[in-house]
């Protein structure tokens, strides 16, 4: 009977600390989740985590013993809980707080200052509950030495609980913020329950429900105080999916309208970006040196046996299909929420006819190999499961590549997208070093840069016969800019990495890597800095977002050509025609210079040559609308979806006076977006100056129809006065 009595005066201690164990690591895994926005996944970041939740912990243990010592311990529990149920809202308002306030300090700094603010005090909160409830349960008569125990056995499996529970079921089902408002409220529950005549709780719970409507509501009101108590981040009507899933934080994010392009971000980061329903349109140059590689590679075949690694939002498999639709592509991507994010918003068909394997690639490599059924024979395997700041080792190790190697035809090839720097090439360095050890031919292809010094791709291409890398790539596309390394290149970056191989026993990516993420960092803040020069040019607050744009382009001189563009443009505002001549100068030069973004200097001429015009310099601005559609050719070339780019391109031809080759423009501007007006009418008036009347008037005309299925009866009116005018011209002609 006495032993009987033991459990039950153990029972609510014991459910206790099971309860704060369990918190504390839901608690850790969420917020990770939540700051993996902001900060990524990287070694950095999760050290952070772990030294700072074990730091707010001991801190907890050490003044929970004090304050059990000094208190009631059922009082001080109920107010410990409900204190904690508080820091699970400040976690939320303090990740949107603070991000804004550390983009000063250098990144590996920032990833400290940020994890300690969200993560600190809520720890420590939490680890004052073991000794607050050891000591209730010690009060009550219980053995020193097994309550101890018991109270330690069941934190244990508390924290077990909770790890399984967020990994496997919460965090993928709800959701970081959602867990972290129910801990909160679950928190405040326990803690009236210990102290029900706690009049302070109750007020607590009023208010904890109060800023929930305001942090989670759908209704309008909520959102907007939500946002204004930082309960929530800012609403970006660009963001078109967001979803916790049990890898990573992934997002589609809208770009542009006209063509509709999307960005896929995991933990913040881009990984890819597609034109909607143009899926043979890469955007990102690794892909099109993937794409150049396979078209020169495969001799015309249509019956290749292909495998992506890591599915970058199913962009690259979404062009393999389309391009070579009798193939077999197989997609390898261990999170299912990226293939259901690709499906509901990055434009992969739900129907698919890419074979996709949710799975660990390493492992689906082994069952390959391990199949009592003829091992398939890849003719390209490519490898897209590297981002900045993390990169599966087990991916890129010696054993690894000799499995791959077995896969591979004898013609084919195997390659491999890296993040990293070529001034550091610590992490390429050990990558060139490692698959040369089993393929006999390994090539590094990157974009033509001259600041080795920033963060790039490079594509690393193994065979196992020797290929011309060049040659193909300039056949697929003669406007691709790269940089082929060379043998003394290749050298340089195994000897930065001290010829490491990577091998399954050691394999440290994240140590060859962390110059990259620092570099990175610096990166994200030059950004930000650039954004918020752009709000405040958007503000007209001109003097202080000249400063701004031009600290972020010393933080990172690739913002350069955009930076100086910017500044023109803020000149031209203010009627500063020389300065603004001289900005755009610069950023052809920084184009020049630095960049690998090609095309994007041909809005600078175009506006480069608007100026010149109202200068009354019409040589002069002739030249800039040359060179602007020189780059808009080339920029059609790339992406012939663009209307943007057909109608710009149309409006420098009508400009240099070449209005057959405008009206072809303006053509291809009305058949990709019919419902636009401006095209019609851009494309009547060219006609017009041919004096292809006929022509002429079956584009007002068309016109006119879209504008009386508009509604716009006026504007229809005005448009069969220009008909008349027409029919007038026309008839004239023909005398």
């Known amino acids: 009977m006495g032993k009987s009595k033991d459990v039950l005066r153990m029972l609510v201690p014991s459910v206790t600390v099971f309860f704060s164990s369990g918190c504390i690591m839901v608690l850790e895994l969420a917020a990770s989740r939540l700051v993996a926005k902001d900060l990524g996944s990287s070694l950095y970041t999760w050290t952070a985590i772990l030294g700072i939740v074990l730091t707010g912990i001991s801190a907890g243990n050490y003044l929970g013993g004090r ?65 607050v409830t050891a000591k209730m349960a010690l009060d009550r008569g219980l053995p020193t030495g097994r309550t101890i125990g018991d109270l330690h056995a069941w934190g244990a499996a508390g924290a077990i609980v909770g790890v399984l529970l967020a990994g496997f079921y919460l965090i993928p089902a709800f959701g970081s913020v959602t867990i972290l408002w129910g801990l909160g409220a679950a928190m405040l529950a326990v803690g009236i329950l210990y102290w029900l005549s706690c009049w302070v709780l109750y007020v607590w719970a009023m208010i904890f429900g109060a800023l929930l409507m305001m942090g989670m509501a759908p209704a309008d009101w909520a959102q907007q105080a939500g946002t204004t108590a930082f309960l929530r981040e800012p609403t970006d009507p660009n963001v078109v999916y967001e979803s916790d899933t049990p890898y990573s934080h992934v997002a589609v994010r809208r770009v542009s309208l006209r063509p509709d392009k999307r960005v896929f971000m995991q933990d913040g980061l881009a990984r890819n970006e597609v034109v909607m329903g143009d899926p043979t349109n890469l955007q990102y140059f690794y892909a099109r040196i993937f794409a150049g590689l396979t078209h020169g590679l495969s001799r015309g075949r249509q019956d290749l046996s292909l495998m992506v690694i890591g599915s970058g939002g199913y962009a690259f498999p979404q062009y393999l299909k389309a ?16 293939t259901e994010a690709a499906m509901a918003a990055f434009g992969l068909d739900t129907n698919t006819s890419i074979e996709i394997i949710n799975l660990d690639p390493r492992i689906y490599v082994d069952r390959l190999l391990l199949s009592q059924e003829p091992a398939i024979r890849y003719d390209f395997i490519y490898e897209d499961a590297f981002d900045d700041y993390s990169s599966p080792f087990e991916l890129v190790t010696q054993e690894f590549n000799e499995k791959i190697a077995r896969l591979l035809a004898d013609d084919g090839a195997y390659l491999i997208n890296v993040i990293d ?43 196992k016969r020797p290929i011309d890398p060049a040659a193909m790539l300039n056949e697929y596309n003669p406007h691709l800019k790269f940089w082929l390394l060379s043998e003394s290149d290749m050298t340089f970056l195994q000897e930065q990495a001290e010829h490491a191989l990577l091998t399954d026993d050691h394999a440290p990516v994240e140590h060859l890597l962390a110059p990259v993420v620092r570099q990175g960092g610096t990166e994200i803040l030059a950004r930000r800095t650039f954004d918020n020069a752009a709000a405040l040019q958007s503000s007209r607050q001109y003097e202080q977002s000249i400063e701004l744009y031009r600290q972020a382009m010393t933080l990172n001189p690739s913002l350069a050509l955009d930076a100086y563009y910017r500044i023109g443009l803020i000149h031209m505002a203010e009627n500063r025609s020389e300065e603004a001549v001289a900005a755009f100068q610069d950023a052809v030069k920084a184009q020049r210079d630095v960049l690998g973004k090609r095309t994007a200097v041909a809005p600078i001429h175009m506006t480069w040559g608007i100026l010149l015009d109202k200068m009354k310099k019409p040589k002069e601005a002739k030249e800039q609308f040359a060179k602007a559609a020189e ?35 303006f053509e291809k501007a009305v058949a990709l977006e019919p419902s636009n007006p401006s095209h019609y009418d851009m494309l009547a008036r060219s006609l017009d100056r ?32 220009y008909v008349e005018l027409l029919e007038y011209q026309k008839a004239k002609q023909t005398r």
């Open 323 to 338: 391009t070579w639709p009798n193939s077999r592509v197989e997609a390898v991507e261990v999170d299912s929420g990226v």
């Open 631 to 665: 780059w808009f050719r080339i920029e059609l070339d790339e992406n012939p979806g663009s209307v943007v780019a057909w109608v710009w391109f149309g409006d420098m031809q009508a400009r240099l006076g070449d209005f057959k080759q405008a009206s072809d423009a």
């Open 67 to 131: 304050i059990a010592d000094r208190h009631h311990a059922r009082r001080a529990l109920s107010v410990l809980f409900g204190l904690a149920s508080a820091a699970c809202v400040s976690i939320i308002v303090v990740d949107n707080v603070v991000g804004g306030w550390l983009w000063r300090l250098s990144w590996p700094m920032h990833v400290f200052v940020h994890v300690l603010l969200v993560f600190l005090v809520p720890s420590a909160l939490l680890g004052t509950i073991v000794p």
């Open 421 to 463: 720097t070529y001034d550091n090439g610590r992490f390429l360095g050990a990558v060139v070093s490692t698959v040369r050890e089993t393929f006999p031919h390994v090539y590094v292809v990157t974009r033509e840069i001259s600041l080795p010094s920033l963060r790039d791709t490079f594509v690393v291409v193994a065979a």
């Open 690 to 721: 041919q004096a292809r009347y006929g022509e002429a008037i079956d584009v007002v005309r068309r016109h006119i129809k879209l504008m009386q299925n508009q509604g716009k009866r006026e504007e229809a009116g005005q448009l069969q006065q």
